[in-house]
């Protein structure tokens, strides 16, 4: 792509307004398929919304050394889980990548390299919430990886980087848990909403921080003692809703959305930040 194509792109998203910016707690691959109240919460999001012209997901689920973006034409769509039933491994997604919208990311930032990956695709972080909002798959979807070398203050900082996709109809989207702990969750209430009492201190002592603005906690989220630890036994979930939270400007409004936790060590707990 030359630069006159890039700055075609970039004049054609300028006329939609500043776009909001979701965390999505994405919670079971099984949620892509499953009807309940929590896909409920992402149809009704993407209904609500202006309908953007194309989306950027930050997923727990591309993890690498170093940043990417994905710059394919054509994003397949990855079964990256093991052990649920046919129906899930038959879901496809296929939106059209934008090879042009991951060379203006790129080049937005500059405090770091970031690659252009054409391997990768879209994984079920991604998937298996954008197709609620948008079943369609007609809006160009590319991913943007998430460095797992790099701290908590790194990722906040970059994903400041990219604000500007907002004016340009770009839908940012965060798509993780705040709270996940696999390896606590409770079988017996997989489906039922239920939280550990270190779940529910962890959950609502982030919601107090993300009401008041305060981000700097968020950020220090290894120095707020053993219920976040169990909450967030590794960072990977944890790190989108810092994206997200790094692009709300001082005007933007926070509302909550999918606020219930599941089997005692999940919530699904979902942002939307808009212009006031």
């Not at 997923?59 to 769509?77: D, I, K, L, Y």
């Not at 054409?118 to 460095?147: E, F, R, T």
């Not at 909550?256 to 599941?262: G, R």
Request: glycine content about 6%.
């Amino acid at each position: 792509m030359n630069l006159k194509d890039l700055n075609k792109m970039t004049s054609s998203m300028e006329s939609t307004g500043k776009m909001p910016v979701l965390f999505l707690g994405h919670g079971s691959p099984m949620n892509a398929i499953e009807e309940n109240e929590f896909v409920q919460g992402f149809r009704k999001v993407g209904q609500e919304i202006t309908r953007p012209n194309a989306i950027l997901c930050i997923s727990a689920h591309w993890e690498t050394r170093g940043t990417f973006v994905t710059a394919m034409e054509n994003p397949p769509t990855i079964h990256d889980f093991g052990g649920f039933p046919q129906a899930l491994f038959d879901v496809q997604y296929p939106a059209p990548g934008s090879p042009e919208l991951a060379q203006e990311t790129k080049s937005l930032i500059t405090k770091s390299e970031v690659g252009l990956d054409h391997k990768w695709g879209l994984d079920h972080g991604a998937w298996s919430v954008v197709k609620h909002l948008y079943p369609n798959a007609d809006i160009p979807v590319i991913q943007m990886s998430i460095d797992y070398t790099k701290p908590a203050q790194y990722h906040y900082e970059l994903a400041q980087q990219i604000n500007s996709l907002r004016q340009k109809g770009v839908l940012i989207i965060g798509s993780g848990n705040m709270v996940h702990n696999l390896r606590m969750v409770a079988w017996s209430k997989l489906n039922e909403e239920f939280a550990f009492d270190w779940a529910t201190e962890a959950n609502e002592k982030m919601k107090s921080f993300i009401t008041s603005g305060d981000h700097q906690q968020l950020i220090d989220f290894r120095s707020q003692g053993r219920a976040f630890d169990l909450a967030i036994p590794t960072p990977e979930h944890y790190l989108p809703l810092l994206y997200t939270l790094a692009l709300k400007e001082e005007n933007d409004k926070v509302t909550l959305f999918n606020d219930k936790p599941v089997a005692g060590s999940l919530t699904m707990t979902s942002l939307k930040i808009v212009a006031d």
